[in-house]
């Protein structure tokens, strides 16, 4: 059986079956990383050794008849972003490049705990800031469907190795889109949850308010069995939201039924301004919602046009905060031969963060001096605040909006690296979304004439993940975007 036409619900229902060992599937996965990731460029790190013994363990217990969890024995991937008590945790920074975390972050433990098998580690922008994975400080990873264009980003590595089959299902990160992008460029399924869904305990953090931890599938299926893992609360995170205020559903459970009733939101001015081939795909899904029954209602997101802007400000202030704990002192790396004291803070963050790094630090620095934290930071506040508030509006209009995720497919490696404000505004459509806090997944949902793989992007209102997944899935049901795969990474046999 070829082990790249299974999902990763199939594949842990082969291995419970005892009709595939996780040790096999394990053993094809790892080699095939070893084929192609030398052209994709999607981990940072492979645990080959340590993945093998976990499938081995899986196995083990499955004949021994011990029940096993949810992902049993399947291969998954984790952003460089979370912490692993196992290799290193590097956020795609030379800062920590050698740093090893004491520690799981909750999200890896309870993939761990559902038994699943952690291959590795994948490549990001550094401190999840960009859009392409270009401004990881460790790696180039590239796009599996044209291997001259960017995966998206931040969480590249991740959509890449979904999209390459280099694993079932991934990890990644989502502060303005990081989930959501890639995943339309790779062709894959993303989804970013409620903020507040998923502990950020061990989540390196880059913009506090906005971060937010998200599975990559092949499927929706998958999609939301990854987040039936990994959602709930957790007291090592304050902002986790509580079980009573907002249980952990079964997104399964009713994944198949059509939403009754359903009413898609659309914003058409918005949806403008992204490329026509874009455009005709999501207009195209739309129309595929109404064919099914659905009503579709046009709402007005006023200021959805100035999230860009106070995403800008908040992320960089939140995120220069943040950042403040790499003095190579705490954390990472140290410059060797200091004159002083203020020169080991100094020298350690010259030498070690990146261009977009300390771009970011010093917008943020700025927002929050004394005499500007009215003029920007505060605003932007304000502003945040609108966005949210159209989105509550237009909420009780429709069940879901739709739009897309980037105004363009993949663009080429380069194309946009030294164009700060140009990278900035690929995220236009998924911005908003983090700001307001609410769950966004983006679906595979057609090809521009290159071949490039299109994303849908479905918004819906705090922990509405349930009909937002059934949503994703009614779409998915109606086509065959998601069965295409990357020619150029060929297929795995087992
Ligand atoms: N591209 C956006 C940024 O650079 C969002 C990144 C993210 O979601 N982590 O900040």
Same mark, same amino acid.
């Given at each position: 059986? /070829? ?37 994709? %460029? ?56 050698? *740093? ?15 038994? =699943? ?27 599996? +469907? ?9 969480? %590249? ?14 990890? %990644? ?16 399924? &993303? ?9 950020? #305990? ?13 599975? *990559? ?42 939403? $009754? &009733?359903?009413?898609? &939101? ?13 455009? @005709? ?13 659905? @009503?579709?209602?046009?709402? =007005? ?19 220069? /905060? ?20 203020? !020169? ?8 070690? *963060?990146? @261009? $977009? ?31 949210? %508030?159209?989105?509550?509006?237009? *909420?009780? +209009? ?25 990278? #900035?505004?690929?995220?236009? #459509? ?34 509405? !993940? ?9 779409? $998915?049901?109606?086509?065959? +975007? ?13």
């Amino acid at each position: 059986m /070829s082990l790249d036409e299974l999902t990763a619900i199939e594949l842990r229902n082969e291995i419970v079956a005892k009709r595939i060992g996780s040790v096999e599937a394990t053993r094809a996965i790892l080699d095939r990383i070893e084929r192609i990731d030398p052209t994709v %460029g999607a981990y940072l790190s492979v645990f080959r050794d340590r993945a093998i013994q976990a499938a081995e363990a899986v196995d083990r217990r499955i004949a021994a008849g011990e029940t096993v969890g949810l992902l049993a024995g399947v291969p998954v991937a984790v952003k460089d972003v979370m912490c692993t008590s196992f290799g290193a945790t590097t956020c795609g920074s030379r800062i920590l490049e050698d *740093f090893h975390a004491p520690y799981d972050a909750t999200a890896v433990r309870k993939l761990l705990t559902a038994d =699943a098998v952690v291959l590795g580690k994948t490549n990001m922008d550094e401190f999840a800031m960009g859009s392409s994975t270009e401004n990881s400080g460790l790696k180039r990873t590239v796009n599996p +469907w044209d291997t001259s264009r960017v995966p998206g980003g931040s969480s %590249g590595g991740s959509a890449a190795a979904v999209a390459a089959r280099m694993c079932f299902a991934a990890l %990644g990160s989502d502060t303005g889109g990081s989930i959501r992008q890639p995943a339309s460029f790779c062709g894959v399924v &993303g989804l970013k949850p409620t903020y507040g869904r998923i502990s950020r #305990y061990g989540l390196v953090a880059y913009g506090s308010s906005l971060d937010q931890i998200g599975p *990559f599938g092949r499927t929706v299926a998958d999609t939301a069995l990854m987040l039936k893992v990994i959602a709930g609360h957790d007291p090592a995170d304050s902002t986790s939201v509580a079980e009573d205020v907002a249980p952990v559903e079964d997104y399964l459970a009713k994944l198949d039924e059509p939403v $009754e &009733g359903l009413r898609i &939101g659309v914003a058409s001015a918005f949806n403008a301004g992204a490329d026509p081939a874009v455009r @005709q795909a999501v207009d195209q899904a739309v129309d595929g919602y109404r064919g099914a029954g659905a @009503q579709v209602v046009e709402v =007005a997101m006023p200021h959805l046009d100035y999230a860009i802007a106070a995403y800008y400000v908040i992320a960089t202030a939140e995120a220069s /905060s943040n950042l403040a704990r790499y003095d190579g002192v705490h954390y990472g790396h140290r410059t060797k031969n200091p004159a002083d004291y203020v !020169e080991v803070y100094s020298k350690s963050r010259e030498e070690a *963060f990146g @261009q $977009e790094v300390k771009r970011r630090i010093m917008l943020g620095t700025y927002a929050l001096s004394s005499g500007y934290y009215d003029a920007y930071y505060l605003k932007a506040l304000k502003v945040r605040n609108l966005i949210r %508030g159209d989105f509550v509006k237009a *909420f009780e +209009w429709c069940d879901c909006i739709a739009m897309p995720v980037a105004p363009t497919t993949a663009f080429k490696l380069g194309e946009k690296v030294d164009d700060p404000l140009k990278m #900035y505004l690929s995220d236009i #459509y998924t911005i908003a979304v983090n700001l307001a806090g609410v769950p966004g997944i983006s679906v595979p949902c057609g090809f521009d004439d290159a071949g490039l793989p299109i994303g849908l992007q479905l918004i819906g209102p705090a922990f509405s !993940e349930t009909k937002l997944l059934r949503i994703a899935r009614m779409h $998915e049901a109606r086509t065959d +975007w998601h069965t295409r795969r990357p020619v150029a990474v060929g297929q795995i046999t087992a």
